[in-house]
Nanobody
Framework: VRLVESGGGSVQAGGSLRLSCEAS????????IGWFRRAPGKGREGVAA???????DYADSVKGRFTISKDSAKNTVYLQMNSLKPEDTAMYFC?????????????????????????WGQGTQVTVSS
């Protein structure tokens, strides 16, 4: 299984970006998908996650601004990011993880002693200027 993120870029505060996470095989029915980010000098932070039924959860810092969705036919999960802030600047990664409470994954992904999931990608950079 390979996950490839795309869609990052540089935008001004208040702008929008849509990130994509494309899987190399049909995994969306067997795994949950989460987005996490890592800002310069900081650890991992869970951003959003979605389960196989389409139920989603978000970090408080992005609720109301970010939306996670998926297209199973395309093996792709999206992260629509609106009203971007400079503090959203980070490398964004997607990860596939075995079934677990989404809120739990959003919190535990910051742990440095475990992997963020069963599979994860190389990341895409998002830079928001003020």
């Amino acid at each position: 299984v390979r996950l490839v993120e795309s869609g990052g870029g540089s935008v001004q505060a208040g702008g929008s970006l849509r990130l994509s996470c494309e899987a190399s095989t049909y995994i969306l029915s067997d795994f949950y998908i989460g987005w996490f980010r890592r800002a310069p000098g900081k650890g991992r932070e869970g951003v959003a996650a979605i389960d196989s039924d389409g139920v989603s959860d978000y970090a408080d810092s992005v609720k109301g601004r970010f939306t996670i969705s998926k297209d199973s036919a395309k093996n792709t999960v999206y992260l629509q990011m609106n009203s971007l802030k400079p503090e959203d600047t980070a490398m964004y990664f997607c990860a596939a993880f075995t079934r677990a409470p989404l809120g739990w994954w959003l919190l535990q992904v910051r742990r440095t002693d475990i992997n963020p999931g069963n599979y994860w990608g190389q990341g895409t950079q998002v830079t928001v200027s003020s």
